[in-house]
């Protein structure tokens, strides 16, 4: 039986995210790659192989784009902890708001990092810190 576009979202987001974490690890480790935004068939083979490599930059924001679509948006993946049980996908949209806010920070676009790592931090926070703890961060 076809799947209902209900059903489809969250599919597709998983996608998203994945293909986000690919081309995250690709962009830092090479710069610019190619990236295809259309199906590779026998038919349009040829056309795609001469096709130049995309800007690393561009291509992150392209990402970033995508991300906030399908997790900001319209939020196809409940905003839950990641390792919740109630949490039936494979990967969850903390881990895309994670990899959007870093894609995020390697274009020095701090505003949209934070507007990624806002819903992260509502559903993990509050962090309570032991104050009778000493200060990673105190001077010797």
Known sequence: APLTD???APLLAEAVILRA????ILTINFGDVPYYFEEVT???NEKISLLPR???HDLRTELMDQLEYWLLEKQAL???KTYDP???YRIGSMVGLTIAGKLAMW???FDRAIKFFAP???VYAPVKIDASLPSPYALP
Not at 21 to 24: A, C, I, V
């Open 42 to 44: 026998d038919a349009n």
């Open 120 to 122: 992260i931090e509502q």
């Open 6 to 8: 209900e059903e489809k």
């Open 86 to 88: 109630a949490n039936e």
């Open 107 to 109: 274009n020095k676009r």
């Open 21 to 24: 974490f690919y081309y995250y």
């Open 54 to 56: 995309m800007s690393a």
């Open 78 to 80: 409940p905003y839950i």
